[in-house]
């Protein structure tokens, strides 16, 4: 039997009521979406596209105007304490009491949540996150990176199923990203299922196995990362000849084809269309002699730009 999916959205709409400043916004329209047990997501999208609103939505902080949502088969409307149970959330910004200890911070989390005492785990939680040495130092000594993992830490106290990372890692640096990375992998092999927002494009490649991206409040791809990069069918073959070529021979002038300043000759081909060897057939038969060649392919990024890009502001 197909598992649930743990998150499951139908119809979902959020407008947001005319203020002073700004007509209504229509930030969600009848967003359908569904997210796999046991998966990391990756929810992607331009400024402004509704993935907050989304994740608010979810967790309770902002209310729907129509449709439904339901997490690990609760609607977060008529049971929201098994919803909310069922997910953590680690949110952007780095707000927490800066006069308790990372130990007191988890505790009373767990009490927020309702964990009895016997139940908690918050020293397993900051050993797993690497911050068991700082159990008893004020949060406003930790530097960010430590900040960033005890929000982690925070969102795991009620040992949620789903644990949503908004932006994770903006703004922090490369070092810091690789081991949230790490962390972030490391919970997923212990069977969480992860959702992160991102416009770090990297991150979703180098992350998740499914990607949505939304877009003016719609979601317009979601699918498998590999069927995703597989969308854009163009590809480039670049071959660097034994000599250096200085007009195209006339036997391949059908191609899209252009010289680069180095002397590498560039194919732009649909594979769909082109096989690599009927291209090559032809390189041999217009007379030009390959000492190299390779291919390149499109990554996430021309993918989420040829799907936002049209409509962007
Ligand atoms: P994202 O997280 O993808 O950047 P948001 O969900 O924050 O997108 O925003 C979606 C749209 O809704 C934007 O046009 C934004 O300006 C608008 N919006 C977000 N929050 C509010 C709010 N509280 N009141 C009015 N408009 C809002």
Redesign the pocket.
Known sequence: MKEHPVIEINGLQKT??K?KK?PP?N?LKGVDLSIPKGSIFGLL??????????I?ILAGL?NKTAGTAEICGYDIERQTRQARASIGIVPQEIAMDVYFTPLQALELQAGYYGVPKKERRSEEILSALGLLDKKNAYVRQLSGGMKRRLLIAKALVHNPPVLILDEPTAGVDIELRRQLWAYVKELHKSGTTIIL?THYLEEAEALCDRIAI?HH?EIVANESKSSLMSRLDKRTLLINPSSPIIKIPSKLKGFDISINKDGAIAINYESRKNSISSILDKVKDSGILINDLKTEQPDLEDVFLSLTYSTNS
């Open positions: 947001y009521a203020s700004s916004k930030a999208g331009p400024n402004g596209a509704g993935k907050s609103t989304l608010n902002v927002t939304m409040g």
